[in-house]
């Protein structure tokens, strides 16, 4: 089965613009994780979607913001951006509850430049 | 809270020994443990999980680890490493009753031919 799709895979923007990232779970999943990774900080949450509802959120300021649509496709946006956003975004899907949800499938991510 | 610790940025080890990266955790109740491989530029690719019963957990390149509840601690190792092992590593752990995963910083392993 088709893998975690996360688009684009890159993406340059300038200070101030905002910005919008997609993920699509593998067939089955119904949730949908961010991270953002940076070399200083490591793999930082910053929320989990499931079932179209924010279940759970990391500590990011209210500019990073995200939805989840009934596909269980999902959607991060970032406004007012600023130079410490780049980053690479990663996506992970998991079946979000019961037997079997152990873990997480990851995409390959998106790499936000901020300049 | 639950929390994951890589206490070595990063392990060199020569081609054909063994290795080993660390991982400690702190989390209530019996966790989920998992190992993840990180190459440049890509996503995390999932390498093994501990959920319940042997404590020494197989998984996929030759890679183990054992869980060792008394020391809170889920150690990587493989026996003879390989130049294309040379990868960041991370380690995570999962409340059994909380969906959110944490992980660790990660650890750099540098395989040296």
């Known amino acids: 089965k088709a893998g975690v799709t996360q688009t684009p895979r890159y993406l340059i923007k300038t200070r101030g613009q905002q910005v919008t990232l997609s993920c699509s779970p593998i067939?089955?999943?119904?949730?949908v994780s961010w991270y953002q990774q940076t070399p200083g900080q490591g793999l930082q949450f910053l929320f989990e979607?499931?079932?179209?509802?924010?279940?759970n959120k990391g500590n990011f300021p209210g500019r990073f913001s995200g939805r989840q649509f009934s596909n269980s496709r999902s959607e991060m946006n970032v406004s007012t951006l600023e130079l410490g956003d780049s980053a690479l975004y990663l996506c992970?899907?998991?079946?979000?509850?019961?037997?079997?949800?152990?873990?997480?499938?990851f995409g390959s991510g998106t790499r936000l430049t901020v300049v | 809270a639950q929390s994951v610790a890589q206490p070595e940025d990063q392990v060199n080890v020569a081609e054909g020994n063994p290795l080993t990266v660390k991982c400690t955790y702190s989390?209530?109740?019996?966790?989920?443990l998992f190992w993840y491989v990180q190459y440049p530029n890509r996503g995390l690719q999932f390498l093994l999980k501990?959920?319940?019963?042997?404590?020494l957990v197989k998984g996929s390149y030759g890679f183990e680890a054992e869980f060792n509840k008394s020391q809170t601690s889920f150690h990587l190792k493989k026996p003879s490493a390989l130049v294309s092992d040379s990868a960041l590593y991370f380690c995570?752990?999962?409340?059994?009753?909380?969906?959110?995963?944490?992980f660790g910083t990660g650890t750099k392993l540098q395989v040296i031919p």
């Open positions: 979607y499931f079932s179209e509802t924010q279940r």
């Open positions: 995570a752990v999962r409340d059994r009753g909380y969906q959110k995963v944490t």
């Open positions: 992970a899907s998991s079946s979000g509850q019961g037997r079997g949800n152990y873990g997480y499938t």
């Open positions: 501990y959920i319940t019963g042997d404590n």
């Open positions: 067939s089955g999943h119904r949730s």
């Open positions: 989390v209530s109740g019996n966790p989920y």
